[in-house]
């Protein structure tokens, strides 16, 4: 019930009491949970029908679908040896053994570097984590901060590998994802500074 009251929406508090109080008189009757599940799937049908539930749906869709998966994307590339940076060639690793003669001679360089873009594709991976969590909590100056951050931490990788010498297509292509992702949570945000303005002094006196 709690779930199906969220899915309304603020314009259907009215709707909400008159389930929750349903919802009572089915519990004594002894169905509480067949009325619940009831009234969460006609929540989630509605949802797309009102602009408040095409909102949260869009919301938890960049969230779940984009912000997550970029996360898991970095944190795998960080542990598993930059599969992601360098396809076809086994990591840095195997990326490093093809290399010429530049790259045997600073061999031992790169090793040394790893650790440090290990630190940095993980700080873009929790980054993307901490953006997909705040933004649920509709907390769009945080998003905003972290988006800050993890462009930072993307461009830092891209200079570190460029001054190593590495190919830095690949890091490249992922900042570039990151900037249209920042671009759609401003977008986002203002969507939802529409939708849920805020209050006036004369609102806030009542």
Same mark, same amino acid.
């Given at each position: 019930?709690?779930?199906?009251?969220?899915?309304?929406?603020?314009?259907?508090?009215?709707?909400?009491?008159?389930?929750?109080?349903?919802?009572?008189?089915?519990?004594?009757?002894?169905?509480?949970?067949?009325?619940?599940?009831?009234?969460?799937?006609?929540?989630?049908?509605?949802?797309?029908?009102?602009?408040?539930?095409?909102? @949260?749906?869009?919301?938890?869709?960049?969230?779940?679908?984009?912000?997550?998966?970029?996360?898991?994307?970095?944190?795998?590339?960080? @542990?598993?040896?930059?599969?992601?940076?360098?396809?076809?060639?086994?990591?840095?690793?195997?990326?490093?053994?093809?290399?010429?003669?530049?790259?045997?001679?600073?061999?031992?360089?790169?090793?040394?570097? @790893?650790?440090?873009?290990?630190?940095?594709?993980?700080?873009?991976?929790?980054?993307?984590?901490?953006?997909?969590?705040?933004?649920?909590?509709?907390?769009?100056?945080? @998003?905003?901060?972290?988006?800050?951050?993890?462009?930072?931490?993307?461009?830092?990788?891209?200079?570190?590998?460029?001054?190593?010498?590495?190919?830095?297509?690949?890091?490249?292509?992922?900042?570039?994802?990151?900037?249209?992702?920042?671009?759609?949570?401003?977008?986002?945000?203002?969507?939802?500074?529409?939708?849920?303005?805020?209050?006036?002094?004369?609102?806030?006196?009542?």
């Amino acid at each position: 019930m709690a779930l199906a009251i969220a899915c309304l929406g603020e314009h259907r508090r009215e709707w909400a009491r008159a389930m929750r109080a349903e919802f009572d008189a089915a519990a004594e009757d002894g169905k509480p949970l067949m009325f619940a599940i009831g009234c969460l799937t006609a929540s989630w049908r509605a949802m797309p029908t009102h602009e408040e539930g095409r909102f @949260v749906l869009t919301n938890y869709a960049l969230a779940l679908g984009l912000m997550v998966p970029m996360a898991a994307l970095q944190i795998g590339c960080a @542990v598993f040896g930059f599969p992601y940076l360098y396809p076809g060639q086994d990591g840095l690793r195997g990326a490093l053994m093809a290399g010429g003669a530049q790259e045997l001679l600073l061999r031992g360089v790169y090793q040394a570097a @790893v650790p440090s873009l290990t630190a940095l594709l993980l700080l873009l991976g929790l980054g993307h984590l901490r953006i997909a969590w705040v933004m649920l909590e509709r907390d769009w100056s945080r @998003v905003t901060s972290m988006g800050t951050r993890i462009m930072a931490a993307a461009a830092t990788l891209i200079i570190f590998m460029t001054a190593l010498f590495l190919d830095s297509s690949q890091a490249v292509l992922q900042t570039a994802v990151l900037a249209i992702e920042l671009a759609v949570l401003t977008l986002l945000a203002r969507w939802h500074a529409q939708l849920f303005p805020p209050a006036s002094p004369e609102d806030l006196a009542r």
